[in-house]
């Protein structure tokens, strides 16, 4: 089945600019807000957004909207977009009333520069629910999603995150098996579309679903509790090489940049393979806030392409790291400590 690509063109309409964080300027007239600011200054004025009109595609529906976003802080924001539509769910349009804009197959991130208003037209994608019909026009809530913290660091949505289309579980197939932490549900399935099959979510603090993906076919998503933050990899192969995650941190509603060959967390600090001859530690959400390189070693390292690295760790109390890698031709194993 033929899956519909939305190209999405997004109109920018300048306000004005200003440098630094904090400073504001005359606001939206007459904005009304969807939320509590996620980022104070960032919202979406709905006296000038509506929704636009709605097809279905396969096992798809398409909900269009003209978002007008405004950002009256001093900093650049990226961000994603969320919606309830619970009253389509009702009339049988959607399987589920949580949906988030995508782009094409993937998510649909937006950047703002700082002091400016811009109106996009989003694509809501959900799950459809069988009935071909639509429930009212009326603007559906909209969350916005941060994805870094204000006047950090931000999202790089050129990277692959997963496609958050909340299924759900039960309509989907019989359980097989269900693993469920703080924030977090990772179930394994078979249902009459696929023999097996993986789907995971992972939700705020009040049950509202953040990012979701499935079926996954082949390879079972891994994420686990790091004290309050929920950590997500996959591994595409064989050795810490193929491993990618990112983190979520429900306190805050935010999501991490992602991180390749993730070896050790302690509070907010990651351990990871930044380059192939190089470890990084840095702040998962801050880079400003904690980071440092290490590629500098005592023995020389080996002529290893892909694992040189054969493990990352933490002290119990955080301020040491541990590197263990291979050294010289015979590639034996070195452990060296560094104080952080």
Same mark, same amino acid.
């Given at each position: 089945?033929? *899956?519909?690509?939305?190209?999405?063109?997004?109109?920018?309409?300048?306000?004005?600019?200003?440098?630094?964080?904090?400073?504001?300027?005359?606001?939206?007239?007459?904005a009304?807000?969807?939320?509590?600011? !996620?980022?104070?200054g960032?919202?979406?004025? *709905?006296?000038q957004?509506?929704?636009?009109?709605?097809?279905?595609? &396969?096992? $798809?529906?398409?909900?269009?909207?003209?978002?007008?976003?405004?950002?009256?802080?001093?900093?650049?924001?990226?961000?994603?977009?969320?919606?309830?539509?619970?009253?389509?769910?009702?009339s049988?349009?959607?399987?589920?009333s949580?949906?988030?804009?995508?782009?094409? @197959?993937?998510?649909?991130?937006?950047?703002?520069?700082?002091? *400016? !208003?811009e109106?996009?037209?989003?694509?809501?994608?959900?799950?459809?629910?069988?009935?071909?019909?639509?429930?009212?026009?009326?603007?559906?809530?909209?969350?916005?999603?941060?994805?870094?913290?204000? %006047? +950090?660091e931000?999202?790089?949505?050129?990277?692959?995150?997963?496609?958050?289309?909340?299924?759900?579980?039960?309509?989907?197939?019989?359980? @097989? #098996?269900?693993?469920?932490?703080?924030?977090?549900?990772?179930?394994?399935?078979?249902?009459d579309?696929?023999a097996? !099959?993986?789907?995971?979510?992972?939700?705020?603090?009040?049950?509202?679903?953040?990012?979701? @993906?499935?079926?996954?076919? &082949?390879?079972?998503?891994?994420?686990?509790?790091?004290?309050r933050?929920v950590?997500?990899?996959?591994?595409?192969?064989? &050795?810490?090489?193929?491993?990618w995650?990112?983190?979520?941190?429900p306190? $805050?509603?935010?999501?991490?940049?992602?991180f390749? #060959?993730?070896?050790? +967390?302690?509070? %907010?600090l +990651?351990?990871?393979?930044?380059?192939?001859?190089?470890?990084?530690?840095?702040?998962?959400?801050?880079?400003?806030?904690?980071?440092?390189?290490?590629?500098?070693? #005592?023995?020389p390292?080996?002529?290893?392409?892909?694992?040189?690295?054969?493990?990352?760790?933490?002290?119990?109390?955080?301020?040491?790291?541990?590197?263990?890698?291979? #050294?010289?031709?015979d590639?034996? @194993?070195?452990?060296?400590?560094?104080?952080?």
């Amino acid at each position: 089945m033929k *899956r519909l690509i939305v190209f999405i063109i997004t109109t920018a309409l300048i306000i004005t600019t200003l440098a630094g964080c904090g400073e504001k300027e005359q606001p939206e007239p007459a904005a009304q807000e969807t939320q509590t600011e !996620a980022i104070p200054g960032l919202y979406i004025n *709905r006296d000038q957004s509506d929704y636009s009109n709605y097809w279905v595609s &396969g096992d $798809r529906v398409h909900l269009i909207c003209g978002v007008r976003i405004v950002n009256e802080t001093g900093c650049e924001q990226t961000f994603a977009l969320r919606a309830e539509f619970p009253d389509d769910v009702k009339s049988g349009l959607l399987a589920e009333s949580t949906i988030y804009a995508m782009y094409g @197959e993937g998510t649909y991130f937006i950047t703002i520069k700082p002091k *400016r !208003a811009e109106y996009h037209a989003v694509d809501f994608v959900g799950i459809f629910g069988g009935t071909d019909k639509k429930s009212g026009d009326a603007l559906p809530d909209i969350t916005i999603i941060p994805c870094s913290p204000p %006047d +950090v660091e931000y999202f790089d949505y050129t990277q692959t995150l997963p496609m958050p289309y909340g299924f759900d579980f039960e309509k989907h197939g019989h359980n @097989e #098996s269900c693993e469920r932490g703080n924030n977090y549900q990772v179930c394994s399935l078979h249902s009459d579309d696929y023999a097996s !099959a993986n789907y995971y979510r992972i939700f705020d603090n009040n049950h509202k679903t953040v990012w979701a @993906e499935g079926p996954i076919l &082949g390879r079972y998503p891994h994420l686990e509790n790091k004290g309050r933050l929920v950590m997500y990899t996959m591994q595409a192969g064989t &050795g810490i090489s193929t491993q990618w995650g990112f983190f979520y941190d429900p306190k $805050r509603d935010i999501l991490s940049l992602n991180f390749n #060959s993730i070896f050790d +967390v302690y509070g %907010d600090l +990651v351990a990871y393979r930044s380059d192939i001859y190089e470890i990084t530690v840095r702040n998962i959400f801050d880079k400003s806030a904690y980071h440092r390189t290490f590629s500098s070693f #005592s023995e020389p390292l080996a002529p290893v392409a892909a694992d040189l690295f054969c493990g990352v760790e933490f002290s119990p109390d955080g301020k040491k790291l541990s590197i263990t890698y291979l #050294s010289g031709e015979d590639y034996h @194993e070195v452990t060296e400590t560094f104080s952080l």
